[in-house]
């Protein structure tokens, strides 16, 4: 990814994040899959954090997303997880009592990227959906 910019600076902090709903329910299919997705989006926007590749998948989320360096990375995904989860519950309340009032787990993996390159990030991506696919938890 190209270096972005702020008013006094250049930046390419790009991070690999895993996140999971409550007790890691398969609740991410269908409908509610696509919405997630599309909230998720939303939020990131409203965050200014760019989303370089994205999957939901049943049970977690992975995220390669750039976050410029003026924010501290665990406040984005607070706010990421926190401002999707009320999102959620306000399209579809049935969900705010079943889950007690909190749709994603507590905590969060978050890798940058430097060990590994953009490219093995979006392969992996990719493969954690096509995996899931084929098993039969995506499109049902």
């Keep these: 990814m190209d270096d972005l ?20 329910r ?11 997705g599309e909230i998720l989006g ?10 370089i590749k994205a999957a939901t998948l049943p049970d977690h989320v992975h995220m390669y997303v750039s976050i410029p360096p003026k ?10 997880k926190g401002k999707s ?3 959620i519950f306000d399209r579809h309340p049935e969900y705010r009592e ?14 940058t990227v430097g060990n590994v390159n953009e490219e093995t990030i979006k392969r992996y991506i990719d493969e954690q959906y096509e995996r899931d696919r084929m098993e039969g938890d995506i499109g049902k």
């Design 85 to 87: 989860a009320l999102m």
């Design 5 to 24: 910019s702020l008013a006094h600076s250049r930046y390419n902090c790009t991070y690999h994040i895993v996140f999971i709903p409550k007790y890691r």
């Design 98 to 111: 079943k889950y007690n009032r909190h749709f994603w787990a507590r905590g969060y993996y978050c890798e």
């Design 26 to 36: 398969k609740t991410m299919f269908g409908v509610l899959r696509k919405e997630v």
């Design 42 to 51: 939303k939020v990131c926007r409203m965050e200014e954090v760019t989303i």
């Design 71 to 80: 924010v501290s990375v665990s406040k984005v995904i607070g706010r990421i």
